[in-house]
Structure formats: structure tokens, C-alpha cells
């Protein structure tokens, strides 16, 4: 891919295409939790999120533009109570048409750099299954460890039982 790949920070208005995306790699991907159902929040209900995201110093939602076009996501979510406020955790898609070109890497430096500048977030967990050995792989790529197996954590498209992984990064 020769074109340039934009990152930045999701806005209200974003909203639509936003949902647009996470329908699409809902339907195309046996490793997410979300499944062909799709997002399940309407116009409304995901400005009003991607508002209360923006307004919270250990929350981010980036976007990863070609050409425009939502390529891929990742989200970091964390609770606003004192204890826990520097748990982040993390959800990552990148559509199928955009994989392989390094969009989820791009994506993760740009997260990483963000937990480090703001300083808020100390640590940050994912869940991945077990079988996605390319996202294993990433993660491990940008200092992640796993944690944990948690046995039969999911299903998968034949309604199987598969075990997931629980990675984990620290940061000072």
C-alpha cells in the first residue's frame, strides 16, 4: 500500500462510519468478540460515547484513515474510579481489506506513545485467543505478556470451545 495511513482521534462525528466499520470486521472476523450482530449502538448512542471518551484523560478511541476510509481501530477504555483508573483496556480491529500493511502496528505506537506521554495509564490488558497467533505475535512485538489462559474463554465460529489468552504491559 503506498498511500498514507492517519491516525487520530475519533470525533462525534465520526459516529456513523465508525459503526459502519465495526459491523464489517464483526461480520468478516472469527476473532473478535463482537460477531456478525455488529456493534449494536445506534448514531446517537456512539457520538454520545465518543464524547464521554474524549473527556477522560485515561480513554482514547484512534482511528486508522486510508484514504478516509476507517482502516482500523483501537480503543482504550479504563474506569474512572480511583483504584482502577490506571487499568486500560484494550479492543483493536483492523479490517481484512487493510491487513498486512501494517496498519495494527501503526495503531499500537501510537497507543503506546500516548500511555507514555499521558502517564495516567500504568497498566494495559488484552484478551486475544489463543489460535490468533499473528495478533499474539503484535502484541508480544510492542512488550506484551501473557498473563493468563483462560480455558475455554470463547467460542469460536463452529461454537467450539477455545481458550484465551490475557496479555498484560506495565509501564512506569
Known amino acids: 500500500m503506498s498511500t498514507e495511513v492517519i ?17 464489517k470486521v464483526g461480520a468478516e472476523s472469527h476473532f473478535l468478540t463482537m ?23 485515561n480513554n482514547a478511541y484512534f ?15 479504563a474506569d474512572f474510579h480511583y483504584r482502577i483508573r490506571h487499568i486500560g483496556d484494550i479492543f483493536i480491529a483492523v479490517a ?24 495516567v495509564i500504568k497498566r494495559l490488558e488484552l484478551t486475544v485467543q489463543k489460535r490468533n ?3 499474539r505475535h503484535l502484541y508480544e512485538k510492542f512488550e506484551f505478556e501473557c498473563e493468563s489462559v483462560r480455558k475455554n474463554g470463547a467460542r469460536d465460529e463452529h461454537g467450539n470451545l477455545i481458550d484465551v489468552c490475557e496479555y498484560v504491559r506495565f509501564f512506569e
Do not use: H
Open 7 to 23: 491516525v487520530r482521534e475519533a470525533k462525534s462525528s465520526d459516529s456513523l462510519p465508525l459503526i459502519k466499520f465495526l459491523d
Open 63 to 77: 482511528l486508522a484513515l486510508v484514504n478516509g476510509e476507517i482502516a482500523g481501530v483501537l480503543a482504550v477504555t
Open 96 to 119: 481484512n481489506a487493510f491487513q498486512g500493511y501494517g496498519i495494527a502496528s501503526i495503531l499500537f505506537g501510537d497507543m503506546i506513545d500516548w500511555v507514555v506521554e499521558l502517564g
Open 35 to 57: 460477531d456478525d450482530a455488529g456493534i449494536l449502538m445506534g448514531e446517537e448512542e456512539m457520538s454520545e460515547y465518543l464524547i464521554q471518551i474524549s473527556e477522560k484523560d
Open 133 to 135: 497467533e499473528k495478533a
